[in-house]
């Protein structure tokens, strides 16, 4: 048996359902959620700024709902310095100006909980701004004072690392950087010292420059550099005092939990994670004590280390997982979408490398947690992006990406097929690469595609329709549009728990002719069979089924199936897709 097939039958083996969960309070509604993320500067602009903010997004609450999600993630909406899109906190307990008030944040989740929704905020643990009041008291107060040791600071740094200083500053935006571990203290401009000198000359940074790493500690603190402090020294315990009450206090502003970011960035120097998962596993104890039924969801792109340290789901990470960067992006570097990315058209792809993956992330987690698959997000390029740019492949990624196990994440706005638009400036820390992803949501086929009433250069960023093609109003319309078919397919997975997370996922189809991809989802329930064809020619592929008779639950019409001596010959027309169910 070739190592692929064998790969697949290992799978089917191990990947068993109804995995009992090591949290105690993880609630149900998590079990068959898909997400809808929303960044909020982009959503809907209710006061004309040409910014988008919470009573915006509350006001299409409706439509949300009509997407057939169960949650939303909304990115950072806290008083921010606005270097990186609103993961520069200057106040983790105040709404930025920008988006509204706590009464506009609470009217959202209530109006989102009359309607069946949750919302999940972002947290933002690793790193403050450094405008934030602890820094610029940590930095001006000196060693003795109350928040010096919430950052990490030294006097002297390595010639390297100033050298990657003076590089930085040759960049377009050294604000944008993230060259060099060590920044000045000065550059941040904390206010004048007391007794004319700073707690230390540089600080620590967690990505960009201005955004001070808060010190939970080192992992194995070297004697000889003092500014290793051990994790449970008295500034680390405090800082993650402080991160208790920053969820304590949105929890009882009644949010459902948070998306946290950089996940297992925290302790520093801590190789296998150890350190960062007894500081998660802390947190999870006291919110299944304090706040049972909030979930907590991970940047860390790694399940097998995040659910065991008390996560309920963990997305996989393009940059850190080869098997997910093969799918979308193919071999292509950085973040562009490449012609041999299998949910391409082009058909050249492969998905060998992401069943392996996916399986052993899925081994290692199932018991603690979910693997959240996603179409895109705020850092990462739209589905529609460069050659992945017609309505049949951003189709059949959605059929996949809602029938896979774990808790799948919809980027706003995907679910129309906006572009992903190249060439915008930088706003606000996006850098040009991340811009494109972060355009405003585009409803009708009015001023500023009924995102704003501002005037169109005063926009966050500017839409981009394609001649009033990817609005909201437009594939309301067509009942073949992305929006529609992403309806149905959210529908089919709620109407049949197997596809969601109860089922098993077994791949049927052979992985060294990659198209089609044909795999089941099992359970006691019964067994679904999902075939996709990404590329734009016609495929035939024969694969062994459970006997019965295939009901079709979803097709666009360019599917077909039939029995053969040899089993279950599917034949798929260019960039499709179906769902099916075998009836005994
Ligand atoms: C990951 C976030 O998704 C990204 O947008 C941000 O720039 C970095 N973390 C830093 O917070």
New binding site residues.
């Given amino acids: 048996m070739k190592l692929s097939k064998l790969l697949v039958a290992a799978a089917a083996t191990m990947l068993a359902s109804g995995s009992m969960f090591a949290h105690k309070t993880t609630p149900d509604w998590i079990r068959s959620a898909v997400f809808y993320d929303i960044y909020p500067c982009s959503f809907m602009d209710s006061d004309g700024n040409g910014i988008g903010d919470l009573p915006g997004i509350t006001s299409k609450l409706d439509y949300v709902k009509s997407l057939g999600v169960d949650a939303i993630w909304m990115?950072p909406i806290f008083e921010s310095g606005w270097f990186?899109?609103g993961?520069?906190i200057k106040d983790y307990f105040n709404i930025d100006p920008r988006f509204g008030t706590k009464t506009d944040l609470k009217n959202l989740v209530d109006e989102a909980h009359k309607r069946g929704l949750k919302v999940c905020l972002d947290l933002?643990p690793?790193?403050s701004s450094n405008q934030h009041q602890w820094f610029r008291k940590a930095a001006t107060e000196g060693k003795d004072g109350r928040y010096a040791d919430y950052y990490i600071f030294v006097d002297s740094i390595s010639d390297k690392d100033k050298k990657d200083i003076e590089k930085r500053y040759k960049t377009p935006n050294p604000q944008d950087s993230k060259l060099g571990l060590w920044v000045p203290t000065k550059e941040a401009n904390p206010g004048e010292p007391k007794d004319g000198k700073y707690t230390g000359e540089y600080y620590y940074r967690?990505?960009?420059p201005c955004?001070p790493a808060l010190n939970f500690g080192y992992a194995n603190p070297d004697p000889s550099k003092p500014w290793q402090q051990p994790v449970d020294a008295p500034g680390p315990k405090a800082v993650r005092r402080e991160l208790k009450n920053i969820m304590a206090y949105w929890f009882d502003l009644g949010v459902d939990g948070f998306r946290v970011?950089?996940a297992a960035s925290l302790v520093k120097n801590d190789k296998d994670k150890k350190e960062t998962q007894k500081l998660w596993n802390e947190m999870r104890e006291w919110i299944d004590r304090e706040y049972p039924g909030k979930v907590l969801i991970s940047?860390w792109g790694n399940p097998s280390q995040s659910c065991p340290a008390g996560f309920d789901c963990d997305f996989l990470l393009i940059h850190r997982s080869p098997g997910f960067k093969q799918i979308t992006r193919g071999t292509s570097p950085g973040k562009s979408v490449g012609k041999d990315a299998y949910f391409e058209k082009t058909g050249i792809g492969a998905y060998d490398k992401f069943v392996e993956e996916f399986n052993k992330q899925y081994l290692a987690s199932k018991d603690y947690g979910y693997i959240s698959l996603f179409s895109a997000?705020?850092?990462i390029n739209r589905l529609n992006s460069e050659g992945r740019d017609t309505p049949d492949q951003i189709k059949t990624f959605m059929t996949w990406l809602l029938t896979m196990p774990g808790v799948p994440f919809i980027h706003f706005g995907d679910e129309i097929m906006m572009r992903n638009v190249k060439g915008l400036p930088s706003v606000e820390?996006s850098r040009e690469e991340?811009s494109g992803t972060r355009t405003p949501m585009q409803w009708d086929n009015t001023k500023n595609a009924g995102f704003s009433t501002a005037a169109p250069e005063k926009l966050f960023l500017p839409v981009f329709t394609d001649g009033g093609k990817l609005t909201v109003a437009t594939q309301e319309q067509d009942p073949n549009s992305v929006l529609n078919h992403v309806r149905r397919v959210n529908k089919v997975r709620h109407d049949h728990p197997t596809l969601g997370n109860l089922g098993d996922w077994v791949t049927v189809s052979d992985m060294s002719k990659p198209y089609p991809w044909i795999y089941t989802r099992t359970s006691a329930e019964g067994t679904y069979v999902v075939a996709l064809n990404p590329g734009g020619k016609a495929v035939k592929a024969t694969v062994e089924l459970p006997e019965g008779k295939l009901d079709c639950l979803l097709s666009d019409g360019k599917t077909s199936v039939k029995t053969t001596k040899k089993g279950t010959q599917f034949s798929l027309g260019g960039c499709s897709s179906a769902i099916y169910k075998v009836v005994k």
């Fill in positions: 990115n990186d899109g993961y520069d933002v690793g790193h967690n990505y960009y955004q970011d950089m940047e997000n705020h850092d820390g991340r």
